[in-house]
């Protein structure tokens, strides 16, 4: 056991995984000499070599494309995206290969593969260095779309991802890379994908979150609880697609209030689909209407105005109290 | 044609060439001096990308467009804007995210964007910007102009596909775009051998039919006279070349690794240093007595005094409103 923040659980979990399985490779842009843009992949090419710890040019089509052709054969590749926002070089690898060989082929071919990607704000940068865009790979058909909230999670379900027979795009946030340390244990921990956890139990209203919102939406949970004495129940999702349905409509059924927080724009965001499962399975126990706290629709904010953009503490307690107060 | 060019000190300079080459070398080097100060003070947020020690590049090849050509641009694109004959200090206002920026403060550092000077934009994403570059100089074709389309890139946009698809159809289509690589020989940490098959960059204007040539990017003449000949082509012929400028960037690949260390050897990095493009032609230029040490001094004060302004108007400059984050998105 000991404590890390985000990259070295990351780290951790890669080493120990190549470790256990010569089938496991990764391959991205310097994420061997150079050790990653993030450090996520440090001393991995030092200690496999080359062979397993493939530098590729900056061609993110050919990344995903020759990844997608070695799943195909029974690697396991693991690729780094430099950020998130560089994907749509290779989204159409992505959505047209590696989400559907296994439907396309009825079976006979699948792509075990984990395309890794830093997403979302908190570095003062711009654009696609900052970017948002779960919304997108969770709405494909054959793929799974994982989030973790800090180190503990990043570790056990990056090693999830890398053993899940199905493609995983796993997001994670820059600004949680260093943000906090925490326990990590040395024997490897495996987190099963979609299931989403119950961080923080409560009566009054369900608060769902992940990624970077998950600290925003506990600490909102405690100003709330501070302020107000309510009770709030804090749902970390982790993985965004498949959604974890159950645990949502559980807690909903109970608190019968639910606030939504995404980093992604608003509209046509994770949240209109968590609203609309709660709708589905949980309309009589409803006391209010659901409301999200998300990006506004806008495609960035610019870094001076970042800040405005995504969802904070203040945001997600004035949400929660119109809810509560309906 | 595939030789890298170098000018040998024989050549004359003209002396209000001269000046104007080494002030706005010296103009783009201090700004990015200064940017990178200013990052450190946490007035610049997220990455920053510098130019330094690949100004003759930039300076050398906007010496020889019109102002009514069109420059674009990847995300190392301060120098090249400035070159352009943007205003320091709005670009400055831009890096430091304020509303008197060329883009309101909404582009940054890696976005600048300015219409008044034909200069469209700097991208982010590596090779993005190669088919947008062909699609102007297309426009500019199918309207029947005469200007011509310089698009700047690194040899990290080599191996995308969009470098290939690009150069084939600017060759299919003949179209007035001059391509020109700033082979800075590192795609962030990845030296150019373990990413290129064919690193001889110029080469693959072969390919595709078209011109190419190579030539030493730290000499600001010799840019001056290829990009030139490219020039020519594309206006007269609109025929597209190909460029290899063989440069190097003396800082790291941005500001999160500013010594670069991991992949380069301080040894090379020392020995390129000697080659710096504005020691270079500023020893040109005293020995060829083209220019005296006093007006070399003037032109460095000058550059500083505008580079002091510069940050001064951007620190001067409000943050967008926060209505502005909104703005914007479709016509209002």
């Known amino acids: ?114 395309i890794r990607m830093p997403y979302g704000g908190g570095v003062r940068a711009l654009e696609h260095h900052t970017e948002s865009e779960e919304q997108f790979y969770a709405h494909i058909p054959g793929l799974k779309m994982v989030i973790p909230s800090g180190p503990r999670t990043a570790r056990g379900l990056l ?80 993985t965004i697609s498949p959604l974890d349905r159950e645990t949502v409509v559980t807690s909903v059924q109970k608190t019968g209030r639910a606030v939504i927080v995404h980093e992604a724009p608003k509209s046509f965001g994770p949240g209109a689909e968590i609203a609309a499962t709660i709708m589905e399975a949980a309309f009589l126990s409803l006391e209010a209407p659901i409301r999200r706290v998300a990006a506004y629709d806008v495609s960035f904010a610019g870094f001076a105005r970042e800040k405005a953009n995504v969802p904070d503490v203040a945001r997600v307690v004035a949400a929660c109290r119109e809810t509560l107060a309906f | 044609m595939a030789q890298t060019k170098t000018i040998t000190p024989a050549t004359k300079i003209d002396a209000d060439l001269a000046r104007r080459l080494l002030s706005q070398m010296l103009l783009s080097r201090r700004f990015e001096e200064k940017a990178a100060e200013m990052y450190a003070l946490g007035k610049i947020g997220g990455f920053l990308h510098l130019y330094i020690g690949q100004e003759a590049v930039g300076v050398g090849a906007t010496s020889v467009l019109r102002a009514d050509d069109y420059a674009i641009s990847a995300y190392r694109e301060h120098g090249h804007c400035l070159a352009k004959g943007s205003d320091p200090r709005r670009v400055m206002a831009e890096l430091f995210g304020r509303r008197d920026g060329l883009s309101k403060g909404k582009g940054g550092s890696m976005h600048l964007f300015d219409k008044s000077k034909n200069f469209l934009g700097g991208h982010a994403i590596v090779g993005a910007h190669l088919p947008i570059a062909a699609g102007a100089a297309f426009a500019i074709k199918y309207q029947g102009g005469d200007q011509v389309v310089l698009c700047y890139f690194g040899d990290g946009a080599v191996p995308q596909g969009e470098f290939h698809e690009s150069l084939n159809l600017a060759a299919l289509w003949k179209l007035p775009v001059i391509y020109i690589c700033e082979n800075n020989r590192y795609a962030m940490g990845t030296a150019i051998h373990r990413a290129l098959a064919q690193t001889e960059i110029w080469r693959y204007a072969e390919t595709y039919g078209i011109a190419g040539e190579a030539v030493d990017g730290m000499d600001v003449l010799a840019v001056r006279e290829v990009v030139a000949r490219a020039v020519e082509r594309a206006r007269r012929e609109q025929a597209p070349s190909l460029l290899e400028a063989r440069t190097y960037r003396f800082r790291g690949h941005s500001m999160r690794d500013p010594s670069a260390a991991v992949y380069r050897t301080k040894e090379e990095v020392g020995r390129e240093k000697e080659r710096d493009p504005i020691k270079l032609f500023r020893e040109r230029c005293l020995k060829g007595g083209v220019l005296t040490e006093a007006e070399i001094r003037t032109l460095e004060k000058e550059v500083n005094d505008l580079v002091d302004e510069a940050v001064a108007f951007a620190d001067a400059s409000p943050e967008p409103p926060l209505e502005w984050l909104t703005a914007e998105v479709y016509k209002e």
């Open chain 1, 1 to 114: 056991m000991a404590k890390l923040n985000m990259v070295k659980a990351l780290n951790l979990a890669l080493h120990q995984e190549m470790e256990r399985d010569p089938d496991v490779l990764v391959i991205g842009e310097d994420v061997g000499v150079d050790g990653g843009v993030f450090r996520v992949t440090e001393d991995l090419h030092r200690k496999f070599g080359g062979r397993r710890v493939i530098d590729s040019p900056l061609a993110e089509a050919a990344i995903i494309g020759t990844s997608v052709g070695m799943a195909l054969y029974g690697l396991k590749p693991v690729c780094e995206i430099q950020f998130s926002g560089f994907a749509f070089q290779c989204f159409h690898q992505i959505e047209n290969h590696a989400a559907r060989y296994r439907t396309r082929s009825q079976g006979r071919f699948h792509c075990q593969m984990v």
């Open chain 1, 159 to 238: 090693v999830g991802a890398i053993r899940d027979p199905d493609p995983v795009i796993f997001f994670e946030a820059k600004g949680l890379y260093h943000a906090a340390r925490e326990e990590v244990p040395d024997e490897i921990e495996t987190l099963p994908l979609g299931r989403a956890q119950v961080v923080q139990e409560g009566k009054d209203l369900t608060l769902i979150a992940y990624g970077a919102m998950l600290r925003v939406a506990r600490e909102a949970a405690q100003v709330l609880q501070d302020e107000d004495g309510v009770e709030i129940e804090v749902i970390d999702l982790l």
